[in-house]
C-alpha cells in the first residue's frame, strides 16, 4: 500500500508517533509519501526509515522549512498546494498528524486532509492525544 502522509512543522506528540509505530506495525506498507518539511515529515521519515519501508519525498519550493530528508526518491519541488495534492493523489491512504484535533482553516495539513476527503480517499486521523480517527469525515 502506498501511504501518503501529511503534519505540522511544529511536530509531532509522543503519543502521534506512538500511535504511528502502532498503526505501521499492524499494516502492509509498502512506501511512505511525505512533504519534506521540518517537523512531521522529517520525524516520518525517520519512523519509515525504522521500519525499512521506502520513502517518497516531495519537497516545497520554498526550501525555508524543508527538512532535506534522505529520501529514497525526490520529486521535484512544487508550491505547497500542488505537492500537497500530488501526495494524495499518489497514494491510497493518507496519514494526518495536525496540530489541532479540530479542524483549521488555512494550515497545509488540514487542507490536504480535506482534498484527500473530497477525492474520496481514506484518511487515518492521529489526534495531538494519539486517538485514531479512521475515514475522517469533515
Request: charged content about 25%.
Amino acid at each position: 500500500m502506498r501511504l501518503g502522509f501529511t503534519g505540522t512543522q511544529r511536530g509531532m506528540t509522543v503519543e502521534q508517533q506512538t500511535t504511528i509505530w502502532k498503526l505501521l506495525s499492524e499494516l502492509q506498507i509498502d512506501e511512505i509519501h511525505h512533504g519534506d518539511c521540518i517537523g512531521s515529515d522529517a520525524k516520518m521519515d525517520a519512523i519509515a526509515k525504522a521500519f525499512r519501508i521506502k520513502t517518497i519525498a516531495y519537497p516545497p519550493i520554498n526550501s525555508y522549512k524543508r527538512a532535506y530528508c534522505d529520501a529514497d526518491e525526490i520529486k521535484d519541488p512544487e508550491e505547497y498546494l500542488k505537492r500537497n495534492h500530488n501526495i494524495v493523489d499518489a497514494t491510497e491512504v493518507l496519514l494526518a498528524t495536525p496540530l489541532t484535533a479540530d479542524e483549521v482553516l488555512r494550515s497545509g495539513t488540514w487542507s490536504t486532509i480535506r482534498y484527500a476527503m473530497k477525492t474520496h480517499k481514506p484518511v487515518y486521523l492521529i489526534q495531538p492525544g494519539g486517538k485514531l480517527n479512521e475515514t475522517v469525515q469533515l
